[in-house]
């Protein structure tokens, strides 16, 4: 049996890819005593930040399948919510592998949300290992390319003033409009 063709863009997939196995691993470090803590992401505990991130890849792809995705949903966590995640997020990156490159934009869209919530949450609970930094530069990119002050939406505030030099996901935090000195 033969290997299915990859179509995507190569690069847009390898960091949906990294996004979702490093946000794997930041769901799979939650603790029960970490749960009523807020998170960077205003108005979110971390319950509700890893419910809604739990649920992101199952979400992508029915959204990449053409169904109507209901984000505002609040997903409670579930005692498998890390091996649910897991194989949605593997059953995601099988179904970005059959999509043309022309879809590579909604790939980097899905990265930036990832990298994101991935970083909301390792703020939130301590989390001390270093965050791929190639996720954050796509992601960065993306969203620069894409967001405009009219078109912010609720889900991001206006820019926080971030340091040039400063790492790349206080970076994203900063332009998402999230403080990165915060929390």
Do not use: K
């Amino acid at each position: 049996m033969g290997t299915p063709q990859q179509t995507t863009d190569h690069q847009a997939v390898v960091a949906l890819s990294r996004a979702l196995d490093q946000a794997g691993d930041v769901l799979a470090a939650v603790r029960p005593d970490h749960l009523d803590r807020p998170t960077p992401c205003e108005g979110w505990t971390v319950r509700q930040l890893v419910g809604h991130l739990a649920a992101t890849p199952a979400n992508f792809l029915a959204m990449n399948r053409g169904e109507d995705v209901d984000w505002s949903a609040e997903h409670e966590p579930s005692d498998t919510y890390v091996a649910d995640y897991r194989a949605s997020a593997d059953d995601l990156i099988h179904h970005w592998h059959q999509r043309p490159d022309s879809d590579a934009p909604q790939a980097d869209f899905q990265t930036a949300e990832l990298a994101l919530h991935t970083w909301d949450l390792a703020r939130a609970i301590g989390w001390s290992r270093p965050l791929e930094p190639l996720v954050a530069e796509r992601a960065l990119a993306m969203l620069e390319g894409a967001l405009t002050p009219d078109n912010r939406g609720d889900a991001f505030r206006p820019p926080v003033d971030v340091p040039a030099d400063a790492p790349v996901y206080d970076r994203l935090a900063g332009f998402a409009g999230r403080d990165p000195s915060t929390l």
